[in-house]
């Protein structure tokens, strides 16, 4: 390996274990304190859209990885460590194409309601606003510009920011972007960022927003049907076929018989 390749392995060994450090924030279980909240053993928690977390590296095409990022090493992304799977989950991409970078983090997190703190829906609001105040609130993010993203998810918010990291004794600008997106009781936040290196440019900062906000639109849309869950819609089509089938047979015996 010449001193070149060698330098830029290195680097991307070091770099490539940031956006895990982030899915360790997204994934956090602080809440905002509710130190008034009365209690309420006996109340009935409110019902919430997703029972379940879904799978974070099946919430994207191979189109939209390959796009996103380029030369993705695994494919189909690496699945992430969860402390709790029952309410958090995350995937990973890293890819090198030539001397551009790029990562691309899906992270879960799936609150259920709790009568003394709020709904599900509530909880992961508020969780949304965390995670978009975590990146406008970091001084060592540069120019953080937020704003919200239409027709994605309940609500959706996109952050654009740049940082500098220093890897193998040299420094390198990160054009990065996270958007955050509410879908009932759970949270996508998709943390993209690109960089180049050996002196190439890092990405501009709309098509890194357009990438990311690509990501999070997809993973959003594809939730529901990752999930499994909707149970009860489940049940009301089910309802709907067993009285079809009774109004069915009821005609059917209603029938005037042949002369």
């Not at 053993?41 to 996103?68: I, Y």
């Not at 699945?79 to 995350?90: I, K, M, Q």
């Not at 959706?156 to 009781?185: C, I, L, M, P, W």
Request: glycine share 10%.
């Amino acid at each position: 390996m010449n001193g070149k390749a060698s330098r830029l392995a290195v680097r991307m060994t070091a770099l490539a274990a940031a956006p895990v450090l982030f899915v360790a924030g997204c994934s956090s279980d602080s809440e905002p304190e509710n130190d008034d909240a009365p209690p309420s053993e006996s109340a009935t928690p409110e019902p919430v859209k997703f029972a379940e977390v879904p799978e974070p590296c099946a919430l994207l095409s191979g189109d939209t990885v390959g796009d996103v990022v380029p030369e993705a090493d695994p494919e189909e992304g690496e699945e992430l460590e969860s402390s709790n799977t029952t309410t958090s989950a995350a995937c990973l991409w890293n890819g090198l194409d030539g001397y551009q970078f790029r990562s691309l983090t899906v992270s879960l997190r799936r609150f259920e309601s709790d009568p003394a703190v709020g709904s599900g829906d509530e909880r992961a609001t508020a969780y949304l606003q965390q995670m978009v105040d975590e990146i406008t609130g970091d001084d060592a993010n540069e120019e953080p510009e937020a704003e919200e993203l239409p027709e994605t998810g309940d609500e959706a918010v996109s952050v654009a920011y740049r940082v500098t990291k220093e890897a193998d004794d040299a420094e390198h600008d990160y054009t990065q972007q996270r958007v955050v997106v509410r879908d009932g009781n759970v949270v996508v936040t998709v943390d993209y960022s690109g960089a180049g290196f050996e002196d190439d440019d890092a990405p501009g900062a709309g098509d890194v927003k357009e990438a990311a906000d690509r990501a999070a639109q997809e993973a959003a849309a594809n939730l529901g049907s990752a999930a499994g869950g909707g149970e009860e819609e489940g049940d009301a089509e089910s309802d709907d076929s067993e009285e079809s089938g009774e109004s069915g047979d009821a005609a059917e015996g209603a029938k005037p018989e042949g002369d």
